[in-house]
């Protein structure tokens, strides 16, 4: 849509003031669509000098013929901003559907292997502990899946949760209309099923086994509505080559130094190692008396204990809810677009009545 300058004066010379008149003006401009667009100059007393009466007339007609321009831009540009507002909601439900079944694929994959719960944990912490800050390199991008790097010491024992992942990531790409899922995001979310699963299975348990009222102590009090962030980072992007070795502890052989010195070269610190005591290997309870050791990280250990004795376990959850979802997201340009596809069009021309 092209505005013209000049196709705003000619309305405006009526605006030209004269000597000891006090003039208003209104301009009433076309209609667009269903938008109506009026302008009007404010009242103003006109000296005598024809001087200064020139000088005025040049800056209304400017001023008038900036707000013309500008009614114009907007009125014109009504139907693009509602055609992309839509496009963008379809986009959106497009990616929220996918999300909810692939969710439900693991749920179920999760629950029927219950013994891989530790592995599939430490499958998406090795995933991302590959991230170097100085270099912006590794992290969350899926690489884990090369064979190359799945035999790594540290990565020993975890091949049996990428097989089941293997196994659903067939199923879920089976229904997915916008191309297959990442193995970044598949990973990550096989993270997030593996703690909702845990949190729900410690709030039945603390309600006496009573799973209805164990759900409503969840839904209720739990922090199932702390994952947000965590679901808009859903468009990871796959590597095509294994990380460099070296960037990733062998959790159940390291010190605690070792491991705070790795969590701190990512960014992270003593409250962040503590909270994520059950991805560093498949006995937590074994893995938080080794971090109860260090003065720095003792007391989070401590606190999260005593959290997770309560029934909502709100200090726990939701700082490991944090901690994931910024670990998650280390190395990774998410695609806001991902997973979606085009709508299909009906030609109203070929309806018969």
Not at 19 to 27: D, E, G, Q, V
């Amino acid at each position: 849509m092209g505005v013209s300058f000049l196709s705003t004066i000619s309305p405006l010379l009526a605006l030209v003031p004269v000597p000891s008149l006090t003039t208003t003006a209104t301009n009433r401009f076309p209609s667009h669509a269903k938008y109506q667009v009026t302008v009007r100059c404010n009242k103003m007393e006109i000296d005598a000098t024809a001087e200064h009466e020139d000088r005025i007339c040049r800056r209304d007609i400017l001023k008038c013929a900036g707000v013309t321009i500008g009614m114009e831009l907007m009125a014109s540009s009504g139907l693009f901003v509602e055609k992309a507002s839509a496009a963008d909601l379809i986009q959106r439900k497009q990616r929220s559907e996918f999300l909810s079944s692939l969710k439900g694929t693991l749920f179920t994959a999760i629950n029927g292997n219950a013994e891989l719960i530790p592995s599939l944990l430490t499958l998406a912490l090795n995933d991302a502990m590959t991230y170097d800050k100085a270099t912006k390199s590794g992290g969350a991008n899926g690489s884990i899946r090369f064979s190359s790097e799945l035999k790594r010491p540290e990565n020993k024992g975890i091949s049996a949760a990428l097989n089941l992942l293997d196994d659903a990531k067939k199923e879920i790409d089976s229904y997915s209309k916008g191309g297959p899922i990442s193995y970044a995001d598949l990973i990550q979310y096989a993270a997030q099923g593996v703690l909702k699963s845990t949190f729900l299975a410690s709030a039945i348990r603390k309600c006496g086994g009573n799973e209805e009222k164990g759900r409503l102590v969840y839904t209720a009090y739990g922090s199932n509505g702390q994952w947000g962030l965590f679901d808009k980072q859903f468009g990871r992007v796959d590597t095509q080559e294994p990380d460099p070795e070296g960037r990733v502890p062998l959790w159940v052989n390291a010190s605690v130094k070792e491991m705070k010195d790795k969590f701190v070269a990512i960014g992270f610190g003593p409250r962040q190692l503590a909270v994520m005591s059950a991805f560093l290997g498949p006995d937590q309870a074994a893995t938080e008396a080794l971090l109860a050791t260090d003065p720095d990280v003792s007391p989070w250990v401590q606190k999260y204990q005593r959290s997770r004795e309560t029934v909502s376990e709100t200090d726990y959850e939701v700082d490991l809810i944090t901690t994931l979802t910024k670990l998650s997201s280390l190395g990774q340009q998410i695609n806001y677009e991902a997973y979606t596809y085009p709508v299909q069009r009906v030609n109203l021309s070929k309806l018969k009545l």
